[in-house]
């Protein structure tokens, strides 16, 4: 803009006080190219921004378009003898006058929100073209404005309020703004200081082509030429955004894809992750790489095995060994958790008779899941023996419905199996739990149990265990006795019977009747 204006004040210098047959249908030229193309634009902008009332400014610039148009042909450098629109001073003058008029109307009608609808803006359009057809026919349509002195004090007046009212249409949509001014609100201020400029420099010529009028000729296509050059910057840039948008977009979809991918192939390992765990269950559950291993359970005073507790043992296909807690952990992961342990259970007391001394009892590990299973019960009356059974209430998650637990027990209770709860003083076995239950045996945690010969806070705990157990008539059991120092220390706080490594380690024989080292010190 301000290259513009230096631009127009030394135009004067090179055109003289004569008419040029060449630099007035230049500029003439470039206004026109220039205000169709911001025309354009400013329509367009409008639907972009959804901003309708753009739409009069784009009418008001669509006149000074068709105003330029008929000025051009006005000159007879171009029609030498004479064309279809009035050539005659007067007459130029006024089209002047309506062409900036009108475009101050578009810019006023949009700043006052005029609601911009196809009515309104037909009228307004129309308006300014009979106008200018008038203005392009009558030789004085709106009195004597210019005479060969130049332009009357009349027309300088007119023009003078044309240059006040673009200054404050400019000053009023720089406020609309708020000082947050868009490229769009740029374009328009630009629009209307460079026309303000183009009406100073004509009021202040001395006639058509004289002094500087023809800075207000180089003015005229320069108020054009930038806002239409600024907007088309504009929407190159939105179009370059939009560009590295839908590249941002379809490097977004193509990640995506690759991420769908990658999940299908999981999705499709986990699938046959999941049949190769069900077939390794199915496999055990059907006794294949399925063992049971007993673990005796001695009373500590005697040294005599008064039981065992059945283990479970777990081999692959190639006879390798699985870690117990591992494959049950896989087997409830697929859902065959309580058909694999039920197959332990059935295994166990298959074998246990062919195991174990006469008179000792079987311990066999029960989830509460199992519980509610009635396999369990039909199991168990099924493999009906001399050897008394023992249900141990392994607590790996928490009961939610003792009702249904106690209804369960009772019914094993009448098949004369005893209960024990498992992993008391640690995990999910609190005394809320055992008195829920009301168990015979009370299996100390071997947490509890571990380096109890130095903790009198473990101490502590197992002897008011012990001490509940025997005013509820049940019997304590220790697990996990490791060394001579617990079973010394275990002894002390009478606690009856317990089960270890030091003691003995679980087998996939049979069981002896008694631990030697015990029965000789006892």
């Known amino acids: 803009m301000a290259v513009t204006a230096v631009v127009a004040a030394f135009v004067p210098l090179a055109g003289g006080d004569r008419e040029s047959s060449a630099a007035i249908p230049a500029c003439l030229a ?42 051009l042909m006005a000159l007879p450098s171009v029609f030498a003898g004479g064309g279809p629109v009035d050539s005659g001073a007067d007459s130029a003058a006024a089209r002047y006058l309506v062409w900036h ?27 300014g073209a009979l106008l200018l057809a008038w203005a392009a026919v009558a030789s004085s349509p709106f009195g004597d404005l210019a005479n060969g002195d130049g332009f009357s004090p009349t027309m300088r007046a007119l023009v003078g309020l044309i240059v ?25 201020l630009a629009l209307m200081g460079l026309s303000a400029l183009d009406a100073f420099a004509y009021m202040w010529a001395f006639g058509l082509f004289a002094g500087s009028w023809w800075a207000s000729l180089a003015l005229r296509a320069g108020q054009f030429a930038i806002p239409s050059v600024g907007l088309l910057i504009g929407f190159i840039a939105v179009a370059e955004k939009l560009r590295e948008f839908e590249d ?28 190769r765990i069900q077939a390794r269950m199915q496999r055990m559950i059907d006794g294949v790489g399925l063992d049971v291993a007993f673990q005796p359970i001695v ?16 081999k692959d296909a190639d006879g390798n060994a699985i870690p117990t807690e ?75 419905d003792y009702v249904a637990l106690g209804a369960q027990l009772d019914r094993l209770r009448v098949l004369g199996v005893r209960v024990a709860v ?22 100390l945690d071997r947490t509890l149990v571990c380096g109890i010969d130095d903790d009198p806070v473990r101490q502590s705990l ?6 509940f157990a025997k005013d509820v008539g049940a019997t304590v059991v220790s697990e996990g006795i490791e060394n001579e120092n617990e079973l010394c220390c275990l002894k002390s706080l009478a606690v009856g019977c317990g089960q270890g490594f030091y003691l003995a380690r679980p087998n996939l024989g049979t069981v002896d009747a008694e631990v030697p080292q015990l029965a000789a010190v006892s």
């Not at 000082?179 to 740029?186: I, L, S, V």
């Not at 197992?462 to 001490?467: D, R």
């Open 248 to 275: 941002e977009l379809t490097a977004n979809l193509v990640a995506e894809r690759e991420r769908a991918r990658e999940h299908e192939e999981r999705v499709t390992l986990d699938v046959q992750r999941r049949e």
């Open 326 to 400: 591992r494959c049950f952990l896989d087997a409830h992961a697929v859902d065959m958790g309580v058909d694999l342990e039920l197959a332990v259970i059935k295994l166990a007391l298959h074998c246990h008779e062919a195991r174990l001394p006469e008179g000792r009892y079987l311990a066999l590990n029960v989830s509460p899941a199992v519980l509610e299973q009635d396999e369990l019960a039909f199991a168990i009356a099924r493999h009906k023996s001399d050897r008394p059974l023992v249900v141990e209430i392994t607590e790996h998650q928490p009961v939610e």
């Open 422 to 443: 498992d992993d008391v003083g640690s995990g999910f076995a609190s005394f809320r739990h055992v008195t829920r239950v009301n168990p015979n045996i009370l299996k």
């Open 164 to 188: 006040l009212a673009q200054a404050g249409v400019a000053v009023l949509w720089w406020r609309r703004a708020g000082g947050a001014m868009t490229w769009g609100d740029m374009c328009v």
């Open 101 to 127: 008029v009108f475009l101050i109307a578009g810019a006023a009608l949009a700043l006052s929100s005029v609601r911009a609808t196809t009515r309104n803006l037909s009228i307004f359009g129309g308006l």
């Open 30 to 71: 470039v206004a026109i190219v220039c205000a169709a193309l911001c025309s354009h634009l400013l329509w367009a902008s409008s639907n972009a921004l959804g901003d309708r009332c753009l739409r009069w400014l784009a009418i008001g610039t669509t006149i000074a378009f068709v105003g330029l148009i008929t000025t």
């Open 462 to 467: 197992a002897a008011a265990i012990v001490a």
């Open 299 to 314: 009373d500590l005073a005697s040294g005599r095995v008064v039981g065992a507790e059945a283990l479970a043992r777990f």
